[in-house]
């Protein structure tokens, strides 16, 4: 926990320019095995739609790991961003009916039941695809962030 306070301080202290060649570095190394883990927890094409799609690190002061990033909707009207959670999660009963009324093009009105949870994955307390994600590749992930800024640091000061 210290050495990663001190590559946070170290970072709030480095010039700009240092500071964007270690995220730059931190981006092209952290992305794929981000991706990779990702792509590896999801099971079905809605995981790969919802969760997995896009997901990427975002450079900073620590860099943050995103997944479900998208906020344009899929074609049946789904917007990842919004609904990830239902998908990382589940929900407590996929056969839950709801029961409403409508009314008919005729004029009259019915009742029509439906299950509108169906398609959603069962409940899931520690996440499906994310949160292992994040729990694979954390430490690995903290480790390459540490070395990069120490080696970028080491090659700045070499004058390379």
Same mark, same amino acid.
């Given at each position: ?10 970072? /709030?202290?480095?010039? /700009? ?6 995220? /730059? ?27 997995? #799609? ?12 995103? !997944? ?14 919004? @609904?990830? /959670? !239902? ?14 009324? %409508? ?19 069962? %409940? ?31 090659? #700045?000061? @070499? !004058? #390379?």
């Amino acid at each position: 926990m210290r050495e990663l306070q001190a590559a946070v301080l170290g970072m /709030k202290a480095m010039d /700009k320019e240092l500071r964007s060649e270690v995220n /730059k570095a931190t981006r092209e190394q952290a992305n794929p095995i981000w991706r990779a883990e990702l792509a590896g927890n999801a099971s079905t094409t809605m995981d790969q739609l919802v969760l997995v #799609k896009g997901g990427r690190v975002a450079a900073g002061n620590p860099p943050r790991l995103i !997944g479900a990033p998208s906020r344009r909707a899929l074609s049946g009207g789904l917007v990842p961003d919004e @609904e990830a /959670k !239902g998908f990382e999660f589940g929900v407590n009963d996929r056969n839950a009916e709801k029961t409403y009324t %409508r009314r008919s093009r005729n004029g009259g009105s019915h009742q029509v039941t439906r299950r509108t949870r169906r398609q959603m994955p069962e %409940r899931a307390p520690r996440g499906r695809v994310i949160w292992p994600a994040v729990a694979e590749t954390m430490p690995r992930l903290v480790s390459l962030w540490t070395q990069t800024i120490v080696r970028k640091v080491y090659e #700045k000061f @070499e !004058g #390379k």
